[in-house]
């Protein structure tokens, strides 16, 4: 039976990918920073599908929080198969708004935490020969989104570079890019979300389902829905200062994952 870690597992995307994991018969490691959530969220998921489920209570926007999960990564006894790098947050405000603080905090989760985690867990997975890392970005990546969009599309670069360096070794690397889905992700940054028309919103599961799917077929960039994919196709030919006015006026409200 293969291991997953997951960091970010209480909500949202990550809670998805437990749900899905679990169900497809994968023990776990979940991390998230509020341990009673995680311990009733394994439980619920041991009972269910009868996997084991581990939890490690950590916050990534620090120095332990970081490390503790980089043991967990190193650890021999039972290996990690499957990361997902999924913990992240947005910071509600134009550029000089925010605080430096929260844009160092945010740089810490998106980018730091990413790299140590990927490279933690893909050098066990490399002796083993197999493995594999998803690294959620977000379609941010792709247009001009201040802080957190430059972080997403470190993540989305960094993660296909990595894979092409990796290639042939068993390991696979993914950058996930997800659009709006329904998730606490923009109640928990304060932004609005009335002004997003409902055909663009997304359901976790069916995009974990869709995400999965294209690791499996040796993808390392996923932006799992028809509709982003087209979108995404308009962006790389919309100039850039356009996309930039619009989006520096939508983020202000709210941004994709």
Same mark, same amino acid.
């Given at each position: 039976?293969?291991?997953?870690?997951?960091?970010?597992?209480?909500?949202?995307?990550?809670?998805?990918? =437990?749900?899905?994991?679990?169900?497809?018969?994968?023990?776990?490691?979940?991390?998230?920073?509020?341990?009673?959530?995680?311990?009733?969220?394994?439980?619920?998921?041991?009972?269910?599908?009868?996997?084991?489920?581990?939890?490690?209570?950590?916050?990534?926007?620090?120095?332990?929080?970081?490390?503790?999960?980089?043991?967990?990564?190193?650890?021999?006894?039972?290996?990690?198969?499957?990361?997902?790098?999924?913990?992240?947050?947005?910071?509600?405000?134009?550029?000089?708004?925010?605080?430096?603080?929260?844009?160092?905090?945010?740089?810490?989760?998106?980018?730091?935490?990413?790299?140590?985690?990927?490279? =933690?867990?893909?050098?066990?997975?490399?002796?083993?020969?197999?493995?594999?890392?998803?690294?959620?970005?977000?379609?941010?990546?792709?247009?001009?989104?201040?802080?957190?969009?430059?972080?997403?599309?470190?993540?989305?670069?960094?993660?296909?570079?990595?894979?092409?360096?990796?290639?042939?070794?068993?390991?696979?690397?993914?950058?996930?890019?997800?659009?709006?889905?329904?998730?606490?992700?923009?109640?928990?940054?304060?932004?609005?979300?009335?002004?997003?028309?409902?055909?663009?919103?997304?359901?976790?599961?069916?995009?974990?389902?869709?995400?999965?799917?294209?690791?499996?077929?040796?993808?390392?960039?996923?932006?799992?829905?028809?509709?982003?994919?087209?979108?995404?196709?308009?962006?790389?030919?919309?100039?850039?200062?356009?996309?930039?006015?619009?989006?520096?006026?939508?983020?202000?409200?709210?941004?994709?994952?």
């Amino acid at each position: 039976m293969t291991t997953a870690l997951i960091t970010g597992a209480t909500a949202g995307i990550g809670a998805a990918f =437990a749900r899905r994991l679990a169900r497809d018969g994968h023990d776990l490691v979940l991390v998230a920073r509020d341990g009673k959530r995680l311990r009733e969220q394994a439980t619920e998921l041991h009972d269910r599908h009868g996997v084991e489920v581990d939890v490690l209570v950590a916050d990534l926007s620090t120095e332990d929080g970081i490390a503790a999960v980089e043991g967990r990564l190193a650890e021999p006894r039972k290996p990690v198969d499957l990361l997902v790098n999924n913990a992240g947050f947005a910071n509600k405000g134009r550029y000089l708004d925010v605080s430096m603080a929260d844009e160092l905090k945010m740089l810490k989760v998106h980018i730091e935490a990413v790299l140590r985690l990927t490279s =933690a867990a893909t050098e066990g997975m490399r002796e083993r020969g197999r493995g594999g890392v998803v690294n959620v970005a977000s379609v941010a990546a792709f247009v001009p989104r201040g802080t957190y969009g430059a972080s997403k599309a470190w993540i989305a670069q960094f993660t296909q570079g990595a894979a092409r360096d990796l290639a042939g070794s068993g390991v696979r690397l993914m950058a996930l890019c997800p659009g709006f889905v329904r998730t606490e992700f923009h109640q928990r940054a304060g932004m609005g979300t009335d002004n997003i028309p409902g055909w663009l919103w997304l359901d976790a599961d069916k995009l974990v389902t869709a995400a999965l799917a294209d690791l499996a077929r040796g993808k390392t960039l996923s932006i799992p829905d028809p509709r982003y994919k087209a979108l995404m196709g308009v962006v790389k030919l919309a100039p850039r200062g356009l996309l930039g006015g619009v989006t520096s006026r939508t983020g202000r409200k709210y941004g994709p994952k």
